[in-house]
């Protein structure tokens, strides 16, 4: 459960999901095997299609990976979820993998959301949760021209993130200064009164 870029409510309240290494990476003729398991048991509450059915609730419960080097690059033949549901158990593809850097969209008719490799693992961000700007930005998957990084000191253990990062805001050039904005008391006692009963 992340609430990443949420207000005091909860407004971007989420479900992430931490995959563990099943076993140690097989490698061998330059191609890495992956497989990585989801002990938790919470389910995600976002529409997925399969095979054209339509499911409400939904649990990602391991994924595979095949990635294979080929000169001094990195391709990703094979991304596969399987995917628990109240029907039974499905293979999907991962339409969207982060690794080492680079975002990789693999296509669009597979498990929505991304997936990113982490130390020891690796992250699943349902649709919702990778749509949010902050959890691209935190996670890196995404950049802007107008947040530049100044501090970060994240750090995932067992699942867990914790840490923070701080961005620096760059406003564009163009953005028309509003000094109404810029004030630091209340143009009014009525206004002032309002704000200290949070109305």
Do not use: C
């Not at 923070?164 to 000094?179: A, M, V």
């Amino acid at each position: 459960m992340s609430y990443m870029g949420s207000d005091a409510k909860g407004d971007r309240l989420t479900d992430m999901f931490y995959l563990s290494l099943a076993d140690q990476p097989s490698i061998s003729s330059h191609v890495a095997e992956f497989h990585l398991m989801n002990s938790q048991s919470n389910f995600v509450e976002e529409d997925l299609r399969i095979n054209n059915r339509w499911f409400k609730s939904w649990r990602l419960t391991e994924i595979l990976i095949h990635i294979k080097e080929v000169d001094n690059d990195y391709v990703i033949e094979k991304a596969q979820a399987v995917i628990k549901t109240e029907h039974g158990n499905y293979e999907l593809p991962i339409n969207h993998v982060f690794f080492r850097g680079r975002s990789i969209q693999l296509g669009n008719q597979g498990l929505p959301g991304i997936f990113v490799f982490v130390h020891n693992g690796g992250i699943y961000l349902p649709e919702k949760a990778s749509s949010f700007l902050m959890s691209q930005l935190f996670f890196g998957f995404h950049s802007s021209p107008y947040f530049k990084e100044v501090y970060s000191s994240p750090s995932i253990k067992q699942g867990h993130i914790s840490g923070f990062k701080i961005w620096e805001i760059l406003y564009p050039n163009d953005i028309e200064t509003r000094l109404d904005y810029l004030q630091t008391s209340f143009p009014s006692r009525t206004l002032f009164e309002a704000w200290k009963r949070g109305k």
